[in-house]
């Protein structure tokens, strides 16, 4: 695709319910990455892939959180048992080659998670 | 604590002025310097990247500085228009680990009529 996809665009989910979000990233990136933007603040690092392999996951804030990449292309984030604190927008990045350096990082327009 | 602080927090200004962003960071070891464009409701875009021998660097209207001993940023938007009406988010990179980025909290630019 032309740049990276991030589905679903909203999700409101239920106290406790269990949702995941998916992120296409830029065909043939090798890093992704997802971050976490409360309302008025800048993004969180969540966690970061190279290819499959998950390099650092130190950003999740709980065990309910967990993504995975599988095939080194396609992410999803998984969040168990939803909390009100979960609300926010979830954004994905993919980069060409690994994280260091100026490697740009391409952001997908967020998935906006509402909790009730 | 935050280790990205950037100033003001918010600002308006007429179409057509000039107006300049702070980034203030204490991230170390610094390996560059970041900002984006966020629109509301869109994914961060990325204005200019500088490593720590750049001073200047420059996008169209948008004009970045960097002082590394400072340790402080600027963005400078020249001759605003409406569509400059985004989040201005100021990102740190660290040559440690893999590169992890610092975000600032972003100011908030609206550019009226």
């Known amino acids: 695709g032309a740049g990276v996809s991030q589905s679903p665009r909203y999700k409101v989910a239920k106290r406790g319910q269990d949702v995941a979000l998916r992120c296409d990233p830029i065909?043939?990136?090798?890093?992704l990455f997802w971050y976490q933007q409360a309302l008025g603040q800048g993004p969180e690092f969540l966690t970061y892939?190279?290819?499959?392999?998950?390099?650092?996951k130190s950003g999740l804030p709980s065990d309910r959180f967990f993504a995975e990449r599988p095939e080194g292309s396609v992410s999803t984030l998984k969040i168990q048992r939803t909390q009100q604190e979960d609300s926010a927008v979830y954004l994905c990045?993919?980069?060409?080659?690994?994280?260091?350096?100026?490697?740009?990082?391409?952001f997908g327009p967020g998935t906006r998670l509402t909790v009730l | 604590k935050n280790q990205v602080e950037q100033s003001p927090q918010s600002l308006i200004i007429l179409e057509g002025k000039n107006c300049t962003l702070q980034?203030?960071?204490?991230?170390?070891?610094?390996?560059?310097l970041r900002w984006y464009k966020q629109d509301t409701g869109r994914g961060p875009v990325s204005l200019t990247i500088?490593?720590?021998?750049?001073n200047t660097k420059s996008n169209g209207r948008y004009t970045a500085t960097l002082d590394a001993d400072t340790k402080q940023s600027s963005l400078h938007i020249t001759a605003s228009q409406l569509s400059d009406s985004a989040s201005y988010i100021c990102?740190?990179?660290?040559?440690?680990?893999?590169?992890?980025?610092?975000f600032g909290a972003g100011t908030q630019v609206v550019v009226t009529p």
């Open positions: 990045a993919s980069s060409l080659v690994g994280g260091m350096g100026i490697n740009e990082q391409f």
């Open positions: 065909s043939g990136h090798v890093s």
């Open positions: 892939f190279q290819n499959e392999a998950q390099l650092d």
């Open positions: 980034c203030n960071y204490t991230v170390s070891p610094f390996s560059n």
């Open positions: 500088m490593t720590f021998s750049e």
């Open positions: 990102v740190v990179m660290t040559t440690d680990s893999w590169g992890k980025l610092q």
